[in-house]
Structure formats: structure tokens, C-alpha cells
């Protein structure tokens, strides 16, 4: 394979992305599609798989055509796909129904039969302790039998977005061991499917459905069928490597494959994503999940519900005049702790290390000299102490990281970054290319064809450093007597919860 050039695909919920990477981790070509979400009902969300394959029939080609390279220069692709995103297929491969996509949030009901079951495949919701998000593979289904039984029993392959695709490019029906293992409470080295919890909740027929085959990340699933092929303008027979959910293959997308690092992955929200030599189990934590990135690794997971969007919010509040260059700069001007305010970051909730979905958000401390620049200075710090509190949880189980690889929205602000780095202490590594997942996808191609031998090998040649934005030893100091402080606002403010207030 001498072509030097892989292909990495993001299927996102918006839209999907597809990148031509040489082997230096360089983009040399990019297209994109997008595609329709319909909402049919409150808490329902909803997208047509054809539309998922009708976006790579357009996105693939143009990254070729910008890249201005031929079909047989493409030595493999890749594909990562948002997560949670469960289709029901008949023998043929095609949708019985619309895909309940990662946010379609239907399946409460069902998500606390499972969390009720008590079996011990729930090891990985904050050691047993819960919640089950009604986002998950297994209450969906549960939904599916319950609500709509024709078609569950119509079905004979249920799966998720990564799962339809790979069957579409390749004509085989298999799982990624990353999706399977977060959130099907898969564990390959403990008996795989999770059968006492499907059998407890009347699903062992799930078991025929899903892929019986689970395979590594970048195992090459097969080569790309003629009709693929001829969809996405490449060769037929390409190899295509296994992917995973886009958030943990933005981890291999930012080099964290090796134990003691961590992918900090920003955006509306935050995910911190690492991986441990050892099984981690305990409250505060996601996971740990074996082999779901790298064989022999345990991946353990936190994550904050509102980040990214609680900024957002203030700018829409602040009104039009407010820009993000005028806010940051102002409140940059001001000192750690923004002159008295402290903010709570729980508008949505909170997903680690309190696993409570209906807390709130609060701004204490105002008064009249207050302005937008120290709300949202405030707003930058109380996220950055959300970050703190689950690098704490992770420290106080055993994972404690040498080394924080960022990615995301949060990097666009020099304020937002040098917050983070001075509240934690913990320098911050920058890459070069900030799409983490589609080079992921791009590195997981990589090795499918052969041209590295592990994912150290692959990080190291296509994962490029840009700048470590160091915290400064003063500002940490402060920093502390004001992080204790907000360790005290969510049990304070809890009690005093209106009556109404729910999730």
C-alpha cells in the first residue's frame, strides 16, 4: 500500500465530515455534508440512517477532490459516529424505523428498569451506584420491545450509527469493542454481552440482534464493497478499519493511548476521558472500561452537562453588543475570583462526579458593582472548577494524570485555557489538529493498512504538538481557597430545591 494518504470520517449530529490525512497527521483535503434531526415529540430526537449514507456519498468525494488525489491513493478509511444513536434493521440492512439518536431521551422509564435490576453489569455507572442515562443502548431497546414490539421483533439487526455504516462499506455485520464496552455494558474479558441483565429484563433476544463479533479499534472489518466503493468515489477493496463513538476516538485523535493521560475534550460540554493500567470502579466516576480504546487499558470517563453552552447563554443574555473578544478581554483584566462571584455550573445538571441530574446552577456573591465581565469570568472559573472536582474524583480512585491533552471550544479563549490550567495546576498540551475525532478516525485507518504497528506508533507519527499553556504557580494558589469554597455550594444549595424543580 503505497498511496500514503488515509481517509477519516466524523458522523456527528449535525452533519458528518470527511478528511484525507497523509501520514503525518496533515489534513490535505476536507468535505462536508449535513443532515436532518426531526423532533416528533418532547423528548424524542430522531435522524433517517439513509441520510447518514447519502452525507459520506458527499463528504467523501469532495475531501478527495481537495485533496486532489485519485481513488487508489487512499490506502484505508475510518469511521467514528456520535454514540447512542440505536438502529433497527431488517436482514437487508435497512431502517425499520427513524435511528433514536444519542439525545432522544424517551427511554427514562426503561433506564430505571435497568438501573432496578441490580445486576452486576452496572459496575461501570459510578460503581453500581447509577444513574443509567436513558440515552444508552439497552433502554433504548427496552423501548423498542416494550413500545413499538412489531418492530423490535421485525428486527433482525439492532445497532448503533457506527454499526449500520461499517455494514454499509463493508457488507459485515460487527461491533467496535469502544461502543459495546461503554455503553452496552459489554466486558470482553468477563463472558462479553452482558446476557443476566438482558435475560432480567426480558431482552435475550437483543443478543441475536446485536453483532456477535465485537472487534478492536483500527481491525480492518474488510475491504469496501464495489457498491460502496462506487458511492464514495474509491476504490473497491479498500480497507476498512473499525471505529468507535467520535468522543474516544477524539482520545487516540489527541495521542492519549498510553496509561497516566487525559483527553480533556471541550465544547458545550466536557469530557475527561483517560485511560488507567488497572480497573477503576467508584462513586464519582464513569467506567472504568476494559479494552474499549486500547487492548490491555482500562478507560475511565467524567463529564460536565454544561460548559460550552453556560457561555453560550451569557453572550445571548448579554445581548448584541456583547462580543466574545470584549468579554474575554475584560475579564481578563480582572483577578482570580472575580472580585467575589462564584458560580455553580450546574444548569443542566450534573453528570460526574454527583451523577445528579436535577441540580441547578447558581451565581452567588453579586452585587452592584458587578458587571458582564466578572459573570463571565465567573462562569469560566466555575466550569474549570467542575473540571477540578472530577479530576479530584478520579484521584481519590486511583487515576491521577501526568499529562492533560486539550481539545474543543474551550481552546479558543486564551482566558478559558489558562483558567483551566491555573485552577488545576496541571499544564495543558494543545495539538495541532483540533478535529481530535476525525483524526482519530484518520489513525485508526492508518493502522488498518498496515503503515504503523500499534497506537503508540501511530500517536507519536500523527499526533503534532502545537503549545502546553503552563498554569501559573500565584494564580493556582488563589485558586485553592477559592476552589474550596465551591466544593461547599452543591451541598448547600440542594436543600434548598423548589418542590417543582425536576430533571
Request: glycine share 12%.
Amino acid at each position: 500500500m503505497a498511496g500514503g494518504y488515509v481517509i477519516g470520517v466524523d458522523g456527528g449530529t449535525e452533519g458528518l465530515r470527511a478528511a484525507v490525512f497523509d501520514l503525518q497527521g496533515a489534513v490535505r483535503g476536507m468535505g462536508v455534508a449535513t443532515y436532518p434531526t426531526r423532533f416528533p415529540a418532547p423528548a424524542q430526537a430522531e435522524q433517517d440512517p439513509e441520510d447518514w449514507w447519502r452525507a459520506m456519498g458527499e463528504a467523501v468525494p469532495a475531501a478527495l477532490a481537495q485533496a486532489g488525489i485519485a481513488a487508489d491513493q487512499v490506502d484505508a478509511l475510518s469511521v467514528d459516529t456520535t454514540c447512542c444513536s440505536v438502529v433497527a434493521l431488517d436482514r437487508a440492512g435497512r431502517a425499520l424505523r427513524p435511528a433514536l439518536i444519542w439525545m432522544d431521551v424517551r427511554a427514562a422509564a426503561q433506564a430505571a428498569k435497568v438501573a432496578a435490576s441490580g445486576d452486576p453489569a452496572l459496575k461501570v455507572n459510578s460503581a453500581g451506584a447509577g444513574p443509567v442515562s436513558s440515552e444508552w443502548m439497552i433502554p433504548k431497546a427496552l423501548w423498542l420491545k416494550e413500545n413499538e414490539p412489531r418492530v423490535f421483533d421485525a428486527a433482525a439487526l439492532i445497532g448503533e450509527y457506527q454499526d449500520f455504516i461499517t455494514l454499509r462499506l463493508s457488507g459485515r455485520w460487527v461491533g467496535s469493542i469502544n461502543t459495546a464496552s461503554i455503553r452496552w455494558h459489554h466486558d470482553n474479558r468477563n463472558g462479553g454481552h452482558p446476557r443476566s441483565l438482558l435475560d432480567t429484563l426480558g431482552l435475550s433476544a437483543l443478543l441475536e440482534k446485536w453483532p456477535s463479533e465485537i472487534l478492536p479499534l483500527g481491525e480492518v472489518i474488510g475491504p469496501l464493497t464495489p457498491d460502496a466503493a462506487a458511492h464514495l468515489g474509491l476504490k473497491p477493496g479498500t480497507p476498512v478499519a473499525q471505529g468507535g463513538p467520535d468522543a474516544f476516538i477524539g482520545m487516540i485523535g489527541l495521542g492519549v493511548v498510553t496509561p497516566g493521560k487525559l483527553a480533556f475534550i471541550t465544547g458545550s460540554s466536557h469530557l475527561l476521558l483517560g485511560l488507567s493500567p488497572t480497573a477503576l470502579h467508584g462513586r464519582g466516576i464513569w467506567g472504568s472500561y476494559p479494552d474499549a480504546v486500547v487492548p490491555g487499558l482500562h478507560v475511565v470517563e467524567g463529564g460536565q452537562t454544561s460548559t460550552g453552552s453556560v457561555i453560550a447563554w451569557l453572550k445571548r443574555l448579554f445581548g448584541e453588543g456583547a462580543s466574545y473578544d470584549q468579554l474575554n478581554r475584560e475579564a481578563a483584566a480582572l483577578p482570580p475570583g472575580a472580585e467575589g462571584l462564584l458560580m455553580l455550573d450546574h444548569f443542566q445538571g450534573n453528570r460526574t462526579p454527583y451523577t445528579d441530574p436535577a441540580s441547578r446552577g447558581a451565581i452567588t456573591g453579586l452585587s452592584l458593582k458587578h458587571g458582564p465581565a466578572h459573570i463571565f469570568r465567573a462562569a469560566i472559573e466555575g466550569i474549570a472548577f467542575g473540571s477540578e472536582l472530577i479530576l479530584d474524583a478520579m484521584r481519590a480512585n486511583g487515576f491521577a494524570p501526568s499529562e492533560v491533552v486539550i481539545c474543543g471550544g474551550a481552546t479558543r479563549s486564551p482566558l478559558w485555557l489558562q483558567t483551566h490550567a491555573d485552577v488545576s495546576g496541571v499544564p495543558l498540551q494543545v495539538t495541532r489538529v483540533p478535529e481530535a475525532p476525525l483524526l482519530g478516525s484518520g489513525m485508526l485507518a492508518a493502522l488498518g493498512a498496515g503503515h504503523f504497528a500499534d497506537m503508540a506508533e501511530v500517536a507519536a507519527a500523527m499526533v503534532q504538538p502545537e503549545r502546553v499553556v503552563e498554569p501559573d504557580p500565584a494564580r493556582h494558589a488563589a485558586y485553592r481557597e477559592i476552589y474550596a469554597r465551591y466544593q461547599q455550594l452543591y451541598p448547600a444549595l440542594a436543600p434548598l430545591r423548589t418542590p417543582s424543580q425536576t430533571i
